[in-house]
């Protein structure tokens, strides 16, 4: 099992470049299912979640070609040969289940097993289920599978979303492409990789309006066609090296990096006393003072703070001047990040859905385990400021959704390297 060695103290500067977003390439990949024509993503994210989906379209017969180091994507399910998402795979990433929707929709039938939990809470399926079935679908629950079929197809219709799902809008948004009809998805989520997939799913000849509102129509096709198309630029990655100059000091420019992608992210910056500057190539960011101000944060659906810039802000404030409240309003259990940090010196008491951070002056080097993808880069980041060195465990969770973090960090200077054992 590899480690990541992290010794603190070390200002950095210089740049950074920020990859593709893993949640959008995870739902534009499963998109491919919807034509029989070639869809090419560029700008794709080389991380393990994106070769778990790999696998996952190869098992029902998609044929995907990996180019330029995997920054090039060609999928084509012109040759399907299941339509049965297997749980040894979905078991792994939840995900997988973005391709109930494009399934019914051009298979009118799919068998995919349910997720089960992870490690951030039970992440139930009902959202997608009574949307889809609003749209026709019979789904019934067997021996941990959702059993779906739409015999004659999916039918338009008007879906009302209990909470603003991100996975649950993007299978409807998928399935209503194909659809006999129109249909209005009501309360749906508006974080940026919907709007990137509307994007996709459009330049493929889908009809589709109001994607990044609450309210998105898409009037129904008989066939969609072969696209190219761009991953927007991942915003949590851009948040989480956003926040390593807060935490080590100095001054790092995020390539890519736009202002759009994280709006309420930035507001809490400034009022933790960080400077955010947009450049022509990306954004800048260096904190004011050597201390960050402690500030209050609640996680919202977009445009609200991101539910997974929590872990790494949490992190920064454990050495804030000051007491923050973080509220965790997403997931039911979202802070396992805090009994590590405590492990390194840091005042955290988590009731419920609520965290309570004393800030310290400085966090000690420990070594820490990794538990869910964002806090293990959220130990990572801790581990730049803390004094001596820091050794994250299982990191096999940040290789999910931080390319060559390693390299990424040591390019602007951090003392960091990857061990095997
Ligand atoms: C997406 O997960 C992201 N994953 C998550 O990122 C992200 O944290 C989450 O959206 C919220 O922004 C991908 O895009 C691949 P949800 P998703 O459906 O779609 C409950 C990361 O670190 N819910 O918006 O699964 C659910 O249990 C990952 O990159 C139901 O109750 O999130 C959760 O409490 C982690 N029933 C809340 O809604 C349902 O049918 C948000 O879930 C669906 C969801």
Do not use: W
């Amino acid at each position: 099992m590899d480690s990541i060695v992290v010794t603190g103290g070390t200002p950095l500067n210089g740049q950074i470049a920020i990859a593709g977003a893993k949640n959008a390439a995870l739902t534009l990949m499963p998109a491919t299912l919807l034509s029989e024509e070639p869809l090419t993503l560029t700008n794709a994210p080389r991380l393990s979640d994106i070769a778990t989906m790999t696998a996952l379209l190869q098992s029902l017969g998609v044929e995907v070609t990996s180019m330029q180091d995997g920054k090039v994507q060609v999928l084509s399910s012109h040759a399907m040969t299941s339509t049965t998402a297997d749980y040894e795979i979905v078991r792994k990433m939840r995900a997988s289940n973005l391709v109930l929707g494009p399934l019914l929709a051009r298979h009118h039938r799919a068998v995919v097993s349910l997720p089960g939990g992870c490690a951030i809470g039970a992440r139930p399926m009902d959202i997608h289920v009574t949307a889809l079935e609003a749209m026709g679908a019979e789904i019934e629950l067997k021996d941990g599978y959702l059993h779906a079929k739409a015999p004659g197809g999916l039918k338009g219709a008007k879906v009302p979303l209990r909470f603003a799902s991100v996975g649950a809008t993007e299978n409807v948004l998928m399935a209503a492409t194909l659809a006999k009809g129109t249909t209005v998805i009501e309360n749906a989520a508006r974080e940026p990789e919907i709007v990137d997939l509307a994007k996709c799913l459009r330049s493929m000849g889908a009809q589709i309006e109001g994607e990044g509102t609450a309210t998105v129509t898409i009037q129904g096709v008989d066939h969609l066609g072969a696209a190219t198309h761009p991953v927007v630029t991942d915003r949590i990655e851009l948040g989480t090296y956003m926040l390593a100059p807060v935490f080590a000091g100095g001054e790092v420019e995020c390539l890519g990096g736009r202002l759009d992608l994280v709006g309420s992210f930035v507001e809490k910056l400034d009022a933790a006393g960080v400077d955010v500057t947009e450049t022509k190539d990306g954004l800048k960011v260096k904190r004011r003072t050597d201390r960050a101000k402690a500030v209050d944060v609640t996680t919202e659906v977009f445009p609200g703070f991101p539910t997974d810039l929590q872990a790494q802000m949490m992190a920064m404030l454990c050495t804030a001047d000051g007491t923050s409240v973080l509220e965790e309003k997403i997931f039911e259990n979202r802070f396992m990040h805090a009994p590590e940090l405590i492990r390194m010196g840091a005042d955290i008491e988590v009731q419920g859905g609520m965290a309570t951070v004393r800030g310290v002056e400085r966090l000690k080097g420990a070594p820490v385990m990794a538990t869910d993808l964002r806090a293990s880069v959220s130990l990572i980041l801790a581990g730049l400021a803390a004094e001596g060195e820091t050794k994250v465990s299982r990191i096999y969770h940040l290789d999910r959704g931080y390319e060559h973090i390693e390299e990424k960090l040591s390019g602007v200077g951090a003392k960091i390297e990857r061990i095997s054992e």
